[in-house]
């Protein structure tokens, strides 16, 4: 009797040999699987972010070097306005505002020129620039000087020369080309932007979908691990009731059989 319960027992799987434990490695690949996917993802968008304030930077670079090419413009025109004034007037007023215009067109060129160092070419733009702007209020300062001294035909034939056209066609020149050459750049920077902002926005939708995924599949699984665990307690504690139980009857058969004998 003893034997047929010690086989009956001794047949109880103990947790060692249940089937449902090699779950839980697979449980905990998908974890770390899941883990990794948001890291990759928290990387891409530390990196997406990174890449963005370089691009906005690079954005107002190119909107400055513009504003700058721009104002420059303004400020050699109303030079020229104030000049022309005082070629027409002979006031002084007109002189001070045209030195006062004229000034701040070389500090605008000179703002301008440290905008544009890193490119070559517009670096070189803006020299020649600089050079043909002076060319140009020195000619209009000489003009009325010309129409003080040796009266306006002279100096209305000064204007008409053929080099002060050319002289104001090629500032109109330069500043086109340094215009053309930053709009180009702008659309540039402007693409890449939306190509890293593309590529940033598919790579944390593809790594949070993956990683969602995962967790749902590593739970469901954990879950079954976790199940398959206790139901190997509930074994144990069945079979240490069943061998308890066990030594208590044999104890008992044995006094028994003293008794009888």
């Known amino acids: 009797e003893t034997r047929r319960i010690d086989g ?4 109880v799987p103990s947790m060692s040999s249940s089937p449902q434990t090699p779950a839980t490695p697979l449980h905990r690949k998908l974890i770390i699987a899941a883990a990794v996917l948001l890291l990759v993802a928290i990387a891409v ?17 190119s909107h400055a070097v513009l504003a700058h090419i721009f104002e420059n413009y303004a400020q ?10 005082l070629l027409i007037t002979g006031e002084a007023d007109y002189e001070t505002n045209a030195d006062h215009y004229a000034q701040q067109a070389r500090d605008t060129l000179s703002e301008l020129k440290t905008l544009v160092a890193p490119n070559r070419d517009q670096s070189a733009r803006v020299l020649e620039l600089g050079q043909v702007v002076q060319d140009r209020i020195e000619m209009l300062r000489g003009a009325a000087e010309t129409n003080q001294n040796g009266g306006y035909g002279a100096a209305r034939q000064l204007l008409l020369d053929p080099r002060s056209q050319q002289n104001m066609d090629r500032i109109r020149e330069i500043r086109a080309a340094m215009i053309a050459d930053e709009n180009t750049r702008l659309e540039q920077r402007r693409a890449a ?14 790594t949070g979908s993956f990683s969602l995924l995962f967790g749902i ?16 307690a509930q074994l144990l504690r069945e079979k240490k009731r069943a061998e308890s139980a066990d030594r208590e009857k044999s104890a008992f058969l044995a006094n028994m059989s003293h008794e009888i004998r």
Request: glycine residues 4%.
């Open 8 to 11: 009956i027992f001794h047949c």
């Open 45 to 61: 968008s530390l990196y997406t972010l990174i890449s963005a304030q370089r691009q906005t930077r690079l954005l107002n670079h």
């Open 76 to 85: 050699v025109r109303s030079a020229e306005s104030e000049l022309r004034g």
């Open 193 to 206: 932007l939306e190509r890293e902002n593309t590529l940033a926005r598919a790579t944390i939708l593809f």
């Open 217 to 232: 599949f590593a739970a469901v699984i954990g879950g079954r691990a976790f199940t398959a665990l206790d139901r190997e």
